[in-house]
């Protein structure tokens, strides 16, 4: 299986603050990663599909990047509303796996 | 609009099956995927298996040996059927569907705690 590691677990900022957050893959996956954001007892919403392409109704400051390994989900300039848990998950495999999450909490 | 929705047992003894259906409307079983997806209280998402759109069925390899997903295209539905229940399955429950790339709808959940 495809492991996910995201990093930091957790990151404590301040809103207007800009942040980067991480997902490693274990191997190679192409641009085959997607980003969710989930809010307590919510569920799961898509932000990003394919490493960097936008979904419709998503604001603008959510942005995505990286290919083989490297990801990087980026915020500009944190909103209150923004500070929940953020998972990757990759799609290269047939078998899909989920990152362990990384938690954006108010400093 | 696109919509899934689970139900079934909130609670299931240990060592029993646990039943779950995803009801969808909105679009068609014969022409997307259906996920499913749960996640222990207070800890990550988890990839159970998929329900694909020609028939065939995909597992996650931890779940193969307990695990059946089917369905019945004439009642839109995707059933999930897992064996062997104990405590550490306790969790909310997810039917998801994708798109070309990432999970784009989601049910609400439901949520099964396994316990005596």
């Known amino acids: 299986n495809i492991v996910l590691t995201q990093s930091p677990a957790t990151l404590s900022v301040t809103p207007g603050e800009s942040v980067s957050l991480s997902c490693r893959a274990s191997q190679s996956i192409s641009t085959s990663i997607h980003w969710y954001q989930q809010k307590s007892n919510e569920s799961p919403r898509l932000l990003i599909k394919?490493?960097?392409q936008s979904i419709s109704g998503i604001p603008s400051r959510f942005s995505g990047s990286g290919s083989g390994t490297d990801f990087t989900l980026s915020i500009n300039r944190v909103e209150s509303e923004d500070f929940s848990i953020y998972y990757c998950q990759q799609s290269y495999s047939s078998l899909l796996t989920f990152g362990s999450g990384t938690k954006l909490e108010i400093k | 609009q696109v919509q899934l929705k689970e139900s079934g047992p909130g609670l299931v003894q240990p060592s029993q099956t646990l039943s779950l259906t995803c009801t969808v409307s909105?679009?068609?079983?014969?022409?997307?995927?259906v996920h499913w997806v749960r996640q222990p209280p207070g800890k990550g998402l988890e990839w159970m298996g998929r329900m694909r759109y020609n028939g065939d069925t995909s597992y996650n390899s931890a779940l193969k040996s307990r695990l059946s997903i089917s369905r019945d295209t004439s009642k839109n539905q995707v059933f999930l059927k897992m064996n062997s229940l104990q405590t550490d399955d306790t969790g909310t429950y997810y039917c998801t569907r994708d798109r070309p790339g990432g999970f784009a709808y989601w049910g609400q959940g439901t949520l099964v705690t396994v316990s005596s």
């Open positions: 909105g679009f068609s079983l014969t022409s997307y995927n």
């Open positions: 394919y490493a960097s």
